[in-house]
């Protein structure tokens, strides 16, 4: 798992993250108090303005975790990411495949 640091001051905001198999850019908008992902890899979309969850996955799909691992907020408050937070209560963090199968089989222990 490795943490990734995002800017708490900006609400919109884009930035590149070296996966496993490859670079991708993420998307991070803030519409009202909501927080929405999205992520292109070569120019191709893969996941277009998913709301952020408190603690837990934010992708979810096998395809994609497979190829690109996946991210998770952490909250301390168990609310949702909220970008003012970010860096504070709210981390953004990037598992690879492997610790994507080991969350969900806590998860569901």
Do not use: C
């Not at 909501?34 to 395809?63: C, E, Q, W």
């Not at 907020?73 to 909220?82: A, L, Q, W």
């Amino acid at each position: 798992m490795k943490y990734i640091e995002v800017d708490n001051k900006l609400p919109n905001q884009t930035f590149t993250f070296s996966t496993d198999n490859g670079t991708v850019e993420i998307t991070l908008n803030t519409i009202d108090d909501i927080t929405l992902f999205s992520m292109s890899a070569g120019g191709n979309n893969i996941i277009s303005s998913v709301r952020v969850p408190a603690n837990d996955l934010i992708i979810g799909y096998k395809h994609i975790q497979e190829q690109f691992g996946d991210f998770i907020f952490t909250s301390d408050d168990n609310n949702y990411p909220n970008f003012k937070d970010f860096n504070q209560s709210n981390k953004l963090y990037w598992l690879n495949y492997e610790e994507v199968k080991q969350f969900k089989e806590n998860k569901n222990a």
